[in-house]
Protein backbone atom coordinates (compact mmCIF):
# COMPACT_ATOMS: atom_id res chain seq x y z
CA UNK A 1 0.00 0.00 0.00
CA UNK A 2 3.24 1.95 -0.58
CA UNK A 3 1.13 4.25 -3.38
CA UNK A 4 -1.47 4.89 -1.13
CA UNK A 5 0.79 5.96 1.73
CA UNK A 6 2.34 8.38 -0.72
CA UNK A 7 -1.03 10.30 -1.48
CA UNK A 8 -1.89 10.81 1.95
CA UNK A 9 1.58 11.72 2.09
CA UNK A 10 1.07 14.37 -0.70
CA UNK A 11 -2.29 15.50 0.49
CA UNK A 12 -0.67 16.60 3.87
CA UNK A 13 1.78 18.25 1.64
CA UNK A 14 -0.70 19.97 -0.04
CA UNK A 15 -2.68 20.73 2.97
CA UNK A 16 -0.07 22.12 4.70
CA UNK A 17 0.07 25.27 2.06
CA UNK A 18 -3.16 25.61 3.36
CA UNK A 19 -3.27 25.20 6.54
CA UNK A 20 -0.18 27.37 7.37
CA UNK A 21 -2.08 30.12 5.83
CA UNK A 22 -5.75 29.99 6.98
CA UNK A 23 -4.47 28.86 10.75
CA UNK A 24 -0.76 29.86 10.95
CA UNK A 25 -1.15 29.05 15.03
CA UNK A 26 -3.66 26.60 14.33
CA UNK A 27 -2.93 22.63 14.82
CA UNK A 28 -1.27 22.21 11.07
CA UNK A 29 -0.79 18.57 11.09
CA UNK A 30 -4.51 17.60 11.54
CA UNK A 31 -5.65 20.45 9.39
CA UNK A 32 -3.23 19.47 6.86
CA UNK A 33 -4.71 16.00 6.45
CA UNK A 34 -8.47 17.57 5.91
CA UNK A 35 -7.75 20.10 4.04
CA UNK A 36 -5.49 18.10 1.80
CA UNK A 37 -7.89 15.48 0.97
CA UNK A 38 -10.71 18.01 0.89
CA UNK A 39 -8.34 20.23 -1.51
CA UNK A 40 -7.53 17.02 -4.19
CA UNK A 41 -11.28 16.22 -4.21
CA UNK A 42 -12.02 19.83 -5.28
CA UNK A 43 -9.36 19.90 -8.12
CA UNK A 44 -10.93 16.41 -9.60
CA UNK A 45 -14.70 17.96 -9.13
CA UNK A 46 -13.28 21.36 -10.79
CA UNK A 47 -11.68 19.64 -13.49
CA UNK A 48 -14.94 17.39 -14.43
CA UNK A 49 -17.05 20.49 -14.23
CA UNK A 50 -14.76 21.96 -16.59
CA UNK A 51 -14.61 18.74 -19.04
CA UNK A 52 -11.10 18.17 -18.67
CA UNK A 53 -10.21 14.54 -18.43
CA UNK A 54 -8.09 13.82 -15.01
CA UNK A 55 -4.22 12.36 -15.20
CA UNK A 56 -1.91 11.93 -12.14
CA UNK A 57 -0.21 15.15 -13.54
CA UNK A 58 -3.06 17.50 -11.90
CA UNK A 59 -2.02 15.92 -8.55
CA UNK A 60 1.55 16.53 -9.22
CA UNK A 61 0.94 19.93 -10.11
CA UNK A 62 -1.05 20.83 -7.27
CA UNK A 63 2.08 18.98 -5.16
CA UNK A 64 4.66 21.39 -6.87
CA UNK A 65 2.63 24.59 -6.36
CA UNK A 66 1.93 23.48 -2.63
CA UNK A 67 5.94 22.43 -2.17
CA UNK A 68 6.86 26.18 -3.32
CA UNK A 69 4.62 27.49 -1.38
CA UNK A 70 5.51 25.97 1.67
CA UNK A 71 9.56 27.22 1.24
CA UNK A 72 8.35 30.79 1.16
CA UNK A 73 6.50 30.32 4.06
CA UNK A 74 7.81 31.66 7.05
CA UNK A 75 10.14 28.99 9.72
CA UNK A 76 7.86 28.00 12.72
CA UNK A 77 8.37 29.97 15.59
CA UNK A 78 10.37 29.08 18.86
CA UNK A 79 6.85 28.20 21.06
CA UNK A 80 5.85 26.03 18.27
CA UNK A 81 9.11 24.08 17.42
CA UNK A 82 8.86 23.50 21.01
CA UNK A 83 5.40 22.39 21.21
CA UNK A 84 6.10 20.13 18.51
CA UNK A 85 9.14 18.19 20.44
CA UNK A 86 6.80 17.98 23.50
CA UNK A 87 3.40 16.41 21.41
CA UNK A 88 5.95 13.97 19.54
CA UNK A 89 5.92 10.72 22.30
CA UNK A 90 1.91 11.07 22.21
CA UNK A 91 2.24 11.16 18.48
CA UNK A 92 4.44 8.31 18.69
CA UNK A 93 2.14 6.44 21.25
CA UNK A 94 -1.07 7.29 19.46
CA UNK A 95 -0.13 5.24 16.18
CA UNK A 96 -0.52 2.24 18.23
CA UNK A 97 -4.45 2.14 18.39
CA UNK A 98 -4.23 3.73 14.85
CA UNK A 99 -1.91 0.59 13.82
CA UNK A 100 -4.79 -1.70 15.22
CA UNK A 101 -7.28 0.46 13.07
CA UNK A 102 -5.46 0.95 9.78
CA UNK A 103 -5.13 -3.34 9.85
CA UNK A 104 -9.37 -3.85 10.65
CA UNK A 105 -9.96 -0.68 7.76
CA UNK A 106 -7.58 -2.89 5.39
CA UNK A 107 -8.12 -6.64 5.76
CA UNK A 108 -10.07 -6.77 3.10
CA UNK A 109 -11.77 -5.24 0.01
CA UNK A 110 -14.21 -2.85 0.99
CA UNK A 111 -17.15 -4.41 2.79
CA UNK A 112 -19.88 -2.13 3.27
CA UNK A 113 -22.75 -2.84 1.45
CA UNK A 114 -22.88 1.56 0.69
CA UNK A 115 -20.16 1.17 -0.24
CA UNK A 116 -20.92 -1.09 -2.64
CA UNK A 117 -23.88 0.18 -4.03
CA UNK A 118 -22.95 4.01 -3.81
CA UNK A 119 -19.56 5.51 -2.45
CA UNK A 120 -17.34 3.10 -3.68
CA UNK A 121 -19.60 2.32 -7.03
CA UNK A 122 -19.89 6.08 -7.77
CA UNK A 123 -15.50 6.29 -7.30
CA UNK A 124 -14.92 3.56 -9.63
CA UNK A 125 -17.71 5.17 -12.65
CA UNK A 126 -15.55 8.35 -11.94
CA UNK A 127 -12.29 6.38 -12.15
CA UNK A 128 -13.43 4.76 -15.46
CA UNK A 129 -14.68 7.64 -16.68
CA UNK A 130 -11.62 9.61 -15.51
CA UNK A 131 -14.15 12.57 -14.37
CA UNK A 132 -17.64 12.69 -12.47
CA UNK A 133 -19.97 10.49 -15.24
CA UNK A 134 -22.68 13.25 -15.34
CA UNK A 135 -25.39 10.75 -16.57
CA UNK A 136 -24.77 8.01 -14.63
CA UNK A 137 -25.77 10.34 -11.67
CA UNK A 138 -28.55 11.11 -13.98
CA UNK A 139 -29.82 7.39 -14.53
CA UNK A 140 -28.95 5.66 -11.27
CA UNK A 141 -32.48 3.81 -10.84
CA UNK A 142 -31.08 2.08 -6.92
CA UNK A 143 -32.25 4.06 -4.52
CA UNK A 144 -29.29 3.16 -2.43
CA UNK A 145 -26.78 4.97 -5.28
CA UNK A 146 -28.14 8.13 -3.65
CA UNK A 147 -26.41 10.46 -7.25
CA UNK A 148 -27.40 13.58 -4.94
CA UNK A 149 -24.82 12.88 -2.68
CA UNK A 150 -21.93 15.04 -2.13
CA UNK A 151 -18.71 13.20 -4.16
CA UNK A 152 -15.82 14.01 -1.57
CA UNK A 153 -15.38 10.61 -0.54
CA UNK A 154 -15.49 8.99 -4.25
CA UNK A 155 -13.57 11.53 -5.39
CA UNK A 156 -10.87 10.78 -2.96
CA UNK A 157 -11.07 7.19 -4.10
CA UNK A 158 -10.16 8.52 -7.22
CA UNK A 159 -7.74 10.61 -5.82
CA UNK A 160 -5.90 7.31 -4.24
CA UNK A 161 -6.43 5.74 -7.57
CA UNK A 162 -4.91 8.69 -9.73
CA UNK A 163 -1.72 8.29 -7.38
CA UNK A 164 -1.41 4.30 -8.03
CA UNK A 165 -2.70 4.24 -11.28
CA UNK A 166 -5.02 1.78 -10.71
CA UNK A 167 -8.03 0.48 -8.68
CA UNK A 168 -7.06 -0.50 -5.46
CA UNK A 169 -10.01 -0.80 -2.80
CA UNK A 170 -8.93 -2.84 -0.27
CA UNK A 171 -6.17 0.32 0.89
CA UNK A 172 -8.88 2.81 0.34
CA UNK A 173 -9.58 2.10 4.22
CA UNK A 174 -6.49 4.38 4.96
CA UNK A 175 -8.21 7.45 3.97
CA UNK A 176 -10.56 6.11 7.54
CA UNK A 177 -7.45 6.19 9.05
CA UNK A 178 -5.88 9.55 7.69
CA UNK A 179 -9.34 11.01 8.65
CA UNK A 180 -9.03 9.76 12.35
CA UNK A 181 -5.37 10.65 13.23
CA UNK A 182 -6.44 14.32 11.95
CA UNK A 183 -9.31 14.41 14.12
CA UNK A 184 -7.36 13.32 17.51
CA UNK A 185 -5.13 16.03 16.13
CA UNK A 186 -7.15 18.69 16.35
CA UNK A 187 -8.97 16.97 19.42
CA UNK A 188 -5.14 16.97 21.21
CA UNK A 189 -4.38 20.81 20.41
CA UNK A 190 -7.16 22.28 21.49
CA UNK A 191 -7.37 19.97 24.96
CA UNK A 192 -3.65 21.10 25.32
CA UNK A 193 -4.82 25.05 24.72
CA UNK A 194 -7.78 24.77 26.66
CA UNK A 195 -6.30 22.90 29.80
CA UNK A 196 -2.44 24.27 29.19
CA UNK A 197 -1.62 20.29 30.96
CA UNK A 198 -0.08 17.82 28.51
CA UNK A 199 -1.06 15.11 30.56
CA UNK A 200 -4.75 16.56 29.88
CA UNK A 201 -4.45 17.02 26.46
CA UNK A 202 -2.82 13.65 26.20
CA UNK A 203 -6.17 11.82 28.65
CA UNK A 204 -8.41 13.44 25.96
CA UNK A 205 -7.08 12.28 23.03
CA UNK A 206 -6.75 8.89 24.28
CA UNK A 207 -10.31 8.92 25.70
CA UNK A 208 -11.44 10.23 22.03
CA UNK A 209 -9.83 7.40 19.99
CA UNK A 210 -12.74 4.72 20.03
CA UNK A 211 -15.10 7.62 18.73
CA UNK A 212 -12.44 9.04 16.24
CA UNK A 213 -12.08 5.38 14.88
CA UNK A 214 -15.74 5.46 12.94
CA UNK A 215 -16.34 1.63 12.72
CA UNK A 216 -18.15 1.83 8.95
CA UNK A 217 -15.19 1.75 6.52
CA UNK A 218 -15.01 3.47 2.54
CA UNK A 219 -18.31 5.67 3.08
CA UNK A 220 -19.18 8.87 4.07
CA UNK A 221 -19.69 8.39 8.00
CA UNK A 222 -15.56 8.61 9.09
CA UNK A 223 -14.57 11.69 7.14
CA UNK A 224 -18.11 13.47 8.24
CA UNK A 225 -17.50 13.12 11.35
CA UNK A 226 -13.57 14.35 11.25
CA UNK A 227 -14.84 17.82 9.88
CA UNK A 228 -17.55 18.31 11.32
CA UNK A 229 -16.29 17.93 14.63
CA UNK A 230 -13.08 20.14 13.89
CA UNK A 231 -15.71 22.54 12.76
CA UNK A 232 -17.17 22.94 15.68
CA UNK A 233 -13.77 22.67 18.12
CA UNK A 234 -12.23 25.03 15.85
CA UNK A 235 -15.22 27.71 15.75
CA UNK A 236 -14.03 29.45 19.06
CA UNK A 237 -10.25 29.97 18.25
CA UNK A 238 -10.50 30.57 14.24
CA UNK A 239 -13.83 31.14 12.80
CA UNK A 240 -12.95 31.09 9.12
CA UNK A 241 -10.43 27.78 9.48
CA UNK A 242 -13.85 26.08 11.01
CA UNK A 243 -16.27 27.41 8.59
CA UNK A 244 -13.56 25.90 5.63
CA UNK A 245 -14.45 22.66 7.86
CA UNK A 246 -18.33 22.71 7.69
CA UNK A 247 -17.90 23.41 3.85
CA UNK A 248 -16.12 20.71 3.35
CA UNK A 249 -18.59 18.48 5.81
CA UNK A 250 -21.49 19.66 3.65
CA UNK A 251 -19.23 18.37 0.64
CA UNK A 252 -18.86 15.02 2.30
CA UNK A 253 -22.19 14.26 3.35
CA UNK A 254 -25.93 16.55 2.39
CA UNK A 255 -25.47 16.69 7.29
CA UNK A 256 -23.41 18.99 6.77
CA UNK A 257 -25.73 21.75 5.21
CA UNK A 258 -28.04 21.19 7.95
CA UNK A 259 -24.86 21.32 10.32
CA UNK A 260 -23.73 24.91 8.84
CA UNK A 261 -27.04 26.27 9.50
CA UNK A 262 -27.05 24.82 13.18
CA UNK A 263 -23.65 26.82 13.10
CA UNK A 264 -25.34 29.99 12.39
CA UNK A 265 -27.69 29.57 14.44
CA UNK A 266 -25.98 28.50 17.50
CA UNK A 267 -23.58 31.52 17.07
CA UNK A 268 -26.39 34.03 17.04
CA UNK A 269 -27.62 32.55 20.30
CA UNK A 270 -24.25 32.10 21.79
CA UNK A 271 -23.90 35.51 21.57
CA UNK A 272 -21.11 36.21 18.52
CA UNK A 273 -24.33 37.40 15.93
CA UNK A 274 -21.02 39.25 14.09
CA UNK A 275 -19.42 36.29 13.21
CA UNK A 276 -22.02 34.43 11.41
CA UNK A 277 -21.87 36.12 8.11
CA UNK A 278 -18.06 34.89 8.92
CA UNK A 279 -19.09 31.23 7.86
CA UNK A 280 -18.95 32.19 4.26
CA UNK A 281 -16.53 29.92 3.08
CA UNK A 282 -18.68 27.13 4.30
CA UNK A 283 -21.71 28.18 2.06
CA UNK A 284 -18.98 28.81 -0.80
CA UNK A 285 -17.79 25.29 -0.57
CA UNK A 286 -20.83 23.50 -0.92
CA UNK A 287 -22.85 25.71 -3.15
CA UNK A 288 -21.22 24.13 -6.08
CA UNK A 289 -21.87 20.57 -5.80
CA UNK A 290 -25.60 22.12 -4.90
CA UNK A 291 -25.64 23.95 -8.19
CA UNK A 292 -24.69 21.17 -10.29
CA UNK A 293 -26.65 18.79 -8.66
CA UNK A 294 -29.96 21.50 -9.30
CA UNK A 295 -28.24 21.76 -13.05
CA UNK A 296 -28.19 17.88 -13.60
CA UNK A 297 -31.60 17.54 -12.15
CA UNK A 298 -30.39 14.36 -9.47
CA UNK A 299 -33.07 13.01 -7.51
CA UNK A 300 -33.13 13.73 -3.66
CA UNK A 301 -33.74 11.29 -0.78
CA UNK A 302 -35.77 13.06 1.82
CA UNK A 303 -36.59 16.53 0.01
CA UNK A 304 -39.31 15.01 -2.84
CA UNK A 305 -43.41 15.87 -3.52
CA UNK A 306 -45.09 15.69 -0.48
CA UNK A 307 -42.57 16.43 2.00
CA UNK A 308 -44.67 18.84 3.91
CA UNK A 309 -47.24 16.74 3.94
CA UNK A 310 -45.60 14.15 5.10
CA UNK A 311 -43.69 15.82 7.81
CA UNK A 312 -47.56 17.30 9.16
CA UNK A 313 -49.00 13.81 8.88
CA UNK A 314 -46.42 12.62 11.17
CA UNK A 315 -46.57 15.19 13.63
CA UNK A 316 -50.36 14.62 14.01
CA UNK A 317 -49.55 11.05 14.64
CA UNK A 318 -45.96 10.87 16.00
CA UNK A 319 -46.43 7.53 17.74
CA UNK A 320 -44.50 5.29 14.59
CA UNK A 321 -40.86 7.73 14.86
CA UNK A 322 -41.31 7.30 18.76
CA UNK A 323 -41.64 3.47 19.33
CA UNK A 324 -38.79 3.17 15.89
CA UNK A 325 -36.54 5.59 18.35
CA UNK A 326 -37.25 3.64 21.18
CA UNK A 327 -35.80 0.62 19.49
CA UNK A 328 -33.04 2.58 17.98
CA UNK A 329 -29.24 1.38 19.51
CA UNK A 330 -28.00 4.61 21.13
CA UNK A 331 -24.50 3.18 21.22
CA UNK A 332 -22.55 2.45 24.58
CA UNK A 333 -24.92 3.10 27.18
CA UNK A 334 -22.20 3.48 29.91
CA UNK A 335 -20.82 6.39 27.85
CA UNK A 336 -23.46 7.94 27.75
CA UNK A 337 -23.93 7.97 31.55
CA UNK A 338 -20.82 9.11 32.18
CA UNK A 339 -20.97 12.13 29.36
CA UNK A 340 -24.21 12.86 31.20
CA UNK A 341 -22.53 12.83 34.68
CA UNK A 342 -19.98 15.17 33.24
CA UNK A 343 -22.26 17.44 31.91
CA UNK A 344 -24.09 17.89 35.07
CA UNK A 345 -19.96 18.13 36.91
CA UNK A 346 -18.97 20.70 34.50
CA UNK A 347 -21.87 22.13 33.65
CA UNK A 348 -20.79 26.18 34.44
CA UNK A 349 -17.64 25.66 32.30
CA UNK A 350 -19.80 24.34 29.61
CA UNK A 351 -22.26 26.94 29.79
CA UNK A 352 -19.81 29.71 29.67
CA UNK A 353 -17.05 28.13 27.35
CA UNK A 354 -18.99 25.77 25.07
CA UNK A 355 -22.34 26.62 24.87
CA UNK A 356 -21.64 27.29 20.69
CA UNK A 357 -21.03 23.44 20.62
CA UNK A 358 -23.83 22.15 22.82
CA UNK A 359 -26.67 24.65 20.60
CA UNK A 360 -25.41 23.34 17.51
CA UNK A 361 -25.66 19.43 18.47
CA UNK A 362 -28.94 20.00 19.83
CA UNK A 363 -29.81 21.82 16.35
CA UNK A 364 -28.33 18.90 14.31
CA UNK A 365 -30.37 16.46 16.32
CA UNK A 366 -33.83 17.90 16.19
CA UNK A 367 -32.81 18.05 12.23
CA UNK A 368 -32.35 14.47 12.04
CA UNK A 369 -35.39 13.96 13.71
CA UNK A 370 -36.86 16.42 10.93
CA UNK A 371 -35.54 14.45 8.20
CA UNK A 372 -37.32 11.26 9.41
CA UNK A 373 -40.45 12.76 9.56
CA UNK A 374 -39.86 14.12 5.90
CA UNK A 375 -38.85 10.60 4.81
CA UNK A 376 -40.63 9.45 2.09
CA UNK A 377 -39.79 5.52 3.21
CA UNK A 378 -41.18 4.08 5.87
CA UNK A 379 -40.13 5.31 9.28
CA UNK A 380 -39.13 2.19 11.18
CA UNK A 381 -36.91 1.17 8.35
CA UNK A 382 -35.01 4.19 7.80
CA UNK A 383 -34.21 5.07 11.96
CA UNK A 384 -33.25 1.27 11.99
CA UNK A 385 -30.57 1.74 9.04
CA UNK A 386 -29.52 5.02 9.97
CA UNK A 387 -30.21 5.99 13.63
CA UNK A 388 -26.90 4.63 15.20
CA UNK A 389 -24.52 6.32 12.20
CA UNK A 390 -26.61 9.84 12.68
CA UNK A 391 -25.90 9.31 16.70
CA UNK A 392 -22.39 8.85 15.88
CA UNK A 393 -22.35 12.13 13.91
CA UNK A 394 -22.72 14.33 17.69
CA UNK A 395 -20.92 11.76 20.05
CA UNK A 396 -17.47 13.00 19.32
CA UNK A 397 -17.55 16.78 19.63
CA UNK A 398 -19.94 16.33 22.89
CA UNK A 399 -17.28 13.94 24.51
CA UNK A 400 -14.29 16.01 23.88
CA UNK A 401 -16.22 19.18 24.93
CA UNK A 402 -17.11 17.24 27.99
CA UNK A 403 -13.77 15.63 29.04
CA UNK A 404 -11.88 18.94 27.93
CA UNK A 405 -14.27 21.11 30.21
CA UNK A 406 -13.32 17.96 32.84
CA UNK A 407 -9.81 18.41 32.97
CA UNK A 408 -9.90 22.14 33.44
CA UNK A 409 -11.46 21.74 36.58
CA UNK A 410 -9.27 19.11 37.52
CA UNK A 411 -6.28 20.70 36.47
CA UNK A 412 -4.95 23.68 38.42
CA UNK A 413 -5.72 26.81 37.03
CA UNK A 414 -2.49 28.20 37.82
CA UNK A 415 -0.92 24.93 35.35
Known amino acids: MIPEVIAIALAMAIGFALAARLDPDGPLLGE ?10 GLLFLLSLLHVPWNRWWIVALGVVAAVSVLVERRPSGRRRAEARRSTPLLVVAAIPLLGYALFATAAPLWEFDFLSDWGLKGRVFWIARGI ?34 WNDQAFGLINVAFAAALLLIVHRVAREETLSPLAAAAVTFAMVPLAAVPWIGIGEGPFVAYATAGLLLMR ?17 NEGLTLIVAAAIALAVAGRRRDVIRLWPAVVIAAPWLIARALHHLPTDIVTAGVFGRIAERLA ?12 SLGKHLLWIGLLLGMVIAARVLWMRERFVLIALALQLVFY ?11 AWHVRWSWDRLVWHLMPALTAVVLTSLAKLAVPAER
Open 317 to 328: NPAPLVQALQQA
Open 32 to 41: SILLGLGACA
Open 133 to 166: DWRFLEQATYRATHPDYPPLVPLCFDFFALVRGS
Open 369 to 379: VVAYLATPHDI
Open 237 to 253: RNVTAAAVMLGLAAFTK
